[in-house]
């Protein structure tokens, strides 16, 4: 028969939406999962890259591709990605060397980069609607 | 090798392609802000100068680098089974290497 207290201190289930996560658990996990859409679209931009470099024909079409819708949606996270991972990483590289470690300041500079992430690829759909 | 060297060294590695990859992409931000719209012939020129071949041929291997420490700690946190690391293991190794050295064959058809 368990306690009142054990009943309370057990989580009764992890539903992912429920849990609240810190904020820098947060900017761990999209720096986890921004790579990996980074190491994902690494293949395409090496393909793109072919494309662009063999005629000019083919270099119009690559650019004409750049234009299309799919394309520029794929771009939106590719670049949240990019920007995300960067941030996040500069961080982690702070902390690293010991800078920005103290609670209240790593949890700020965890904002910082969720925050400033969103806002700059705000600001490019803004750039390239 | 013992685990405790593979580890920090994988952690080095991690860094080092790190803050070589960020200044690279800091170059090329600032290159498109500056530049704006290329043409095919300025495009392939600047893709073909030698300094951009070894710049690029060094972001490419820090990109694979990179990309290999990084996907492979994930692999190795989220998936437990055996087999099914393998597989993705030997998948990601083999989509960085082809991708990576894709990219760097064209660096260096464009230079020659």
Do not use: K
Request: with cysteine; charged share 10%; proline share 3%.
């Amino acid at each position: 028969m368990p306690t009142m207290q054990n009943q309370r201190s057990a989580p009764v289930f992890l539903n992912l939406f429920r849990i609240h996560f810190p904020v820098g658990a947060v900017t761990s996990i999209a720096h986890r999962l921004s790579g990996l859409l980074l190491f994902l679209s690494f293949p395409l931009l090496v393909y793109w890259l072919d494309l662009s470099l063999r005629d000019p024909a083919s270099y119009a079409n690559a650019v004409e591709w750049l234009h299309c819708g799919w394309v520029r949606l794929a771009s939106v996270f590719i670049a949240w990605s990019l920007i995300h991972h960067l941030l996040a990483g500069l961080r982690f590289l702070l902390i690293d060397l010991g800078v920005g470690v103290e609670r209240t300041t790593a949890r700020r500079s965890a904002w910082t980069v969720n925050g400033l992430a969103l806002l700059l690829v705000l600001g490019y759909i803004g750039w390239i609607v | 090798m013992s685990r405790h060297t593979y580890a920090l060294r994988a952690w080095l590695i991690q860094r080092f392609s790190a803050v070589y990859l960020a200044g690279f992409l800091a170059y090329l931000v600032i290159h498109f802000l500056i530049q704006g719209s290329h043409g095919y012939a300025e495009w392939r020129a600047w893709l073909s100068h030698p300094a951009m071949g070894i710049a690029g041929a060094g972001f490419v291997l820090a990109l694979m680098l990179h990309g290999w420490v990084g996907v492979r700690d994930i692999i190795l946190d989220y998936i437990p089974a055996l087999g099914m690391r393998l597989l993705l293991l030997t998948l990601s190794g083999a989509l960085l290497a082809a991708s990576g050295f894709w990219a760097l064959r064209l660096l260096l058809l464009a230079a020659g």
